[in-house]
């Protein structure tokens, strides 16, 4: 049973398209997450929800929009795609806020043309 | 601001040589170390995480210290295999920020 699972794997798209990706977790975690993975291979912290709040929001682009439909769910929506925001996304969670361990999905490969 | 160094970027080394990454981060005020595992194209595997109070973790051939005074951790690998090929990722838990903050890695390559 996979405990982060993120839908799709790839996505390749145009210029100006809007597009999700979606995250699940089965481990009853209070606490999820979206990082960023640039081309350079930088891991960067996006948002971070706790019981369906936003308690992090890392100075992203007002275009991406997460939702959190419950607690299970954290995904990603994206507006207006650029070609700067071909990355590799990846949600994670962890049991609670704070100093607890991370836990990452497999990661979604988002190519902008 | 928490700063995660690793050194160094990229290492080779021959089959069966015992090595060494290094993590510095600027900021001792930590809830915890984690060191990560990505192969390329692929996702996150945790390999050990280390709490504030812990000074060492091992798993089998892999052994992360903490020293959280001099803000610096080691991940020491053992008898390297080809498959421990892969870019190796610490990670510092802050505290007062629900996040962890990553170094850029070191790209790690074991030569049969």
């Known amino acids: 049973d996979t405990a982060v699972s993120q839908t799709p794997k790839y996505l390749v798209t145009q210029m100006g398209n809007d597009k999700s990706i979606k995250c699940e977790q089965n481990l009853g975690h209070d606490t999820m997450y979206w990082y960023k993975q640039d081309s350079k291979k930088f891991l960067k912290i996006m948002f971070s929800?706790?019981?369906?709040?936003?308690?992090i929001n890392e100075t992203v682009p007002n275009r991406f929009s997460p939702k959190s439909p419950d607690k299970a769910h954290l995904n990603l929506h994206i507006n207006s795609l650029e070609l700067g925001d071909s990355a590799v996304y990846f949600c994670?969670?962890?049991?609670?806020?704070?100093?607890?361990?991370?836990?990452f999905g497999p990661g979604t490969r988002l190519t902008v043309t | 601001k928490q700063e995660v160094t690793q050194i160094p970027a990229a290492l080779s080394v021959p089959e069966g040589e015992n090595l060494v990454l290094n993590c510095s981060f600027t900021d001792s005020a930590i809830y915890n170390l984690q060191w990560f595992r990505q192969d390329p194209g692929k996702g996150l595997t945790s390999l050990l995480l280390?709490?504030?109070?812990?000074r060492e973790q091992t798993s089998g051939r892999l052994n992360a210290s903490l020293d959280k005074s001099s803000g610096r951790s080691t991940l020491y690998i053992a008898a390297s295999q080809p498959g421990d090929s892969a870019t190796y990722l610490c990670?510092?838990?802050?505290?007062?920020?629900?996040?962890?903050?990553f170094g850029s890695g070191t790209r790690l390559s074991i030569r049969p």
């Open positions: 280390i709490q504030s109070s812990q």
């Open positions: 990670a510092v838990n802050p505290l007062r920020a629900s996040k962890i903050i």
């Open positions: 929800y706790n019981n369906k709040e936003l308690i």
């Open positions: 994670a969670s962890s049991q609670d806020r704070g100093g607890y361990e991370q836990y």
